[in-house]
T-cell receptor
Framework: DTGVSQDPRHKITKRGQNVTFRCDPISEHNRLYWYRQTLGQGPEFLTYFQNEAQLEKSRLLSDRFSAERPKGSFSTLEIQRTEQGDSAMYLC???????????FGQGTRLTVV | KQEVTQIPAALSVPEGENLVLNCSFTDSAIYNLQWFRQDPGKGLTSLLLIQSSQREQTSGRLNASLDKSSGRSTLYIAASQPGDSATYLCAVDSGGGADGLTFGKGTHLIIQP
């Protein structure tokens, strides 16, 4: 299966620690998105990459959050000095420029204790 | 700012019934609307995408309609099955992909055997 892959699936960390998540999009998909979803809510947009360029960031993406997509392939999302409010499901999605349909990964469930 | 509302928030029906899920959005200037399915603790599975110029899309027992001028979409599920139990999310693309998707909170659907 060549769908969107996210790693790890689950992460438990202590408050104040840094965490990093990885997303491998569908091959040749040039658009990559990160979303955050809390319990009972729909996903909320965090950031958007077109190839290696980060073109859009939501105001939800505080300065503790940073995302990269070196070489326009996989992407990483790092959260520094985690807080309990960061506990959520972090979802990655990809799409191809000429087709708007977004394909999502299985997500990374973060729990900050 | 685009806002998406889904009604009802939860729905429980006996197996075999036909049902309708509703989605409304505040800004009619959209590029497309997408319906997703999400199983507990999982990522999102794309069900149907309707371009702004289209009125409906069909896939198997699913039919989605779009009335852009009134800011409404419906997802019709025919002959419901227990395997259809999941949360159904509606999302709109208002920025041509650059701002990601704006999601509703979803409709939690339970199909009773």
């Amino acid at each position: 299966d060549t769908g969107v892959s996210q790693d790890p699936r689950h992460k438990i960390t202590k408050r104040g620690q840094n965490v990093t998540f990885r997303c491998d999009p569908i091959s040749e998909h040039n658009r990559l998105y990160w979303y955050r979803q809390t319990l009972g809510q729909g996903p909320e947009f965090l950031t958007y990459f077109q190839n290696e360029a980060q073109l859009e960031k939501s105001r939800l993406l505080s300065d503790r959050f940073s995302a990269e997509r070196p070489k326009g392939s996989f992407s990483t999302l790092e959260i520094q000095r985690t807080e309990q409010g960061d506990s959520a499901m972090y979802l990655c999605a990809s799409s191809y420029g000429q087709s708007p349909e977004a394909f999502f990964g299985q997500g990374t469930r973060l729990t900050v204790v | 700012k685009q806002e998406v509302t889904q009604i009802p928030a939860a729905l429980s029906v006996p197996e075999g019934e036909n049902l309708v899920l509703n989605c409304s959005f505040t800004d009619s200037a959209i590029y497309n609307l997408q319906w997703f399915r999400q199983d507990p603790g999982k990522g999102l599975t794309s069900l149907l995408l309707i371009q702004s110029s289209q009125r409906e899309q069909t896939s198997g027992r699913l039919n989605a309609s779009l009335d852009k001028s009134s800011g409404r979409s419906t997802l019709y599920i025919a002959a419901s099955q227990p395997g259809d139990s999941a949360t159904y999310l509606c999302a709109v693309d208002s920025g041509g992909g650059a701002d990601g998707l704006t999601f509703g909170k979803g409709t939690h659907l339970i199909i009773q055997p």
